[in-house]
């Protein structure tokens, strides 16, 4: 059950990590959950037709998904945001309020983004199980906590 306090606040979610983590799983469901608002940067870049993975193009997709976000968030809504992010510049751009690391997977489909992730040194709550469901309720409680 969720609070009435996290249902009065809007909050920027940031769900990361390699492709094939299980970020798009994990991020419908909190979406539900929380009755948020929902990105995926998959989308973003296809709206865009933006299909630089260089890290120039990386931190624009970073600045892009931050300028949505916060403007979902102006209009006192959550955001859960599907996003690689797979360097600590992009993630300080994203500039999460939550951030959940997907640590399910050593290596992603994508040689060109397993050499240049950069591990988190900051996160609210690392995942590293594929149970989306079980955690999603331990993820609304670490927000609870963290935010209340």
């Given at each position: 059950m969720i609070s009435k306090n996290l249902k009065k606040k809007s909050i920027k979610i940031?769900?990361?990590?390699?492709?094939?983590?299980g970020k798009t799983?994990?991020?419908k469901i909190l979406k539900e959950?929380?009755?948020?608002?929902?990105?995926?940067?998959?989308?973003?870049?296809?709206?865009?037709?933006d299909w630089d993975f260089s890290i120039k193009g990386r931190l624009?997709?970073?600045?892009?998904?931050?300028?949505i976000a916060n403007q979902t968030i102006i209009k006192n809504t959550t955001i859960v945001?599907?996003?690689?992010?797979?360097?600590?510049e992009a993630r300080k751009i994203f500039n999460a309020d939550f951030l959940i690391w997907m640590n399910t997977i050593k290596k992603g489909r994508y040689d060109d983004t397993n050499s240049l992730f950069q591990?988190?040194?900051?996160?609210?709550?690392?995942?590293?199980?594929?149970?989306?469901?079980?955690?999603?309720?331990?993820?609304?409680?670490?927000?609870?906590?963290?935010?209340?």
């Open positions: 940031l769900v990361m990590g390699l492709p094939g983590s799983t994990l991020s959950k929380l009755n948020a608002d929902y990105i995926n940067a998959d989308e973003i870049r296809k709206k865009f037709n624009r997709q970073a600045r892009r998904m931050a300028e945001a599907d996003f690689v992010c797979p360097v600590d591990t988190p040194k900051e996160f609210d709550f690392k995942v590293e199980t594929f149970d989306a469901e079980i955690v999603s309720k331990k993820i609304i409680s670490e927000i609870e906590k963290k935010l209340f």
